[in-house]
């Protein structure tokens, strides 16, 4: 019964998070072709739920290299594991942000993010072009994003890595 509680509270959180910020924009008819890439975001996690202890993961897209700005693309959770394809504007430079974090805690109990991190690497979309990206590790003991061309493999020779100041989680 309480892991059915935990795993509710860890939805709910989720949802409540997921509408915290706008999702990353697609214009509007946009199709995969030679004005769009798609890049499809992957969950990087082994497992995302034990006792007490809920492990998310969340995607964002961006123009800037400023997480607040880019719209949420996908958030993975226990419940939520399914792949997500997201579309990007062909030879416009694009900012990907990934952000693991793990709470802990239980229902009627503060729960807290005891060990998290963030990832950003910005690269421009090729026209027709098809990326993977996945963050793995733990959020405990670090993570890495990886954004490479699904057909080949390779990242993107565009690929640059930027790094992220662990202060504090971004909200």
Request: hydrophobic fraction near 45%; include cysteine.
């Amino acid at each position: 019964m309480n892991s059915a509680r935990n795993r509710a509270a860890a939805a709910l959180l989720a949802l409540a998070c997921a509408g915290c910020v706008a999702s990353a924009p697609v214009p509007k008819g946009a199709v995969f072709g030679p004005q769009f890439a798609e890049a499809t975001f992957e969950l990087g996690l082994a497992d995302t739920v034990g006792f007490g202890v809920a492990t998310t993961q969340e995607y964002r897209v961006g123009a800037t290299p400023e997480f607040e700005e880019a719209g949420v693309v996908k958030i993975f959770t226990w419940a939520a594991k399914k792949p997500a394809p997201h579309l990007l504007e062909a030879g416009k430079p694009v900012v990907v942000f990934a952000k693991m974090n793990r709470m802990t805690g239980a229902p009627g109990i503060t729960s807290s993010s005891d060990a998290w991190c963030i990832n950003r690497s910005r690269f421009t979309p090729a026209p027709a072009t098809r990326y993977r990206v996945v963050q793995s590790g733990v959020a405990t003991e670090g993570c890495a994003l990886s954004v490479v061309e699904a057909d080949t493999g390779r990242a993107p020779a565009s690929l640059e890595v930027i790094p992220f100041a662990k202060t504090a989680p971004a909200k």
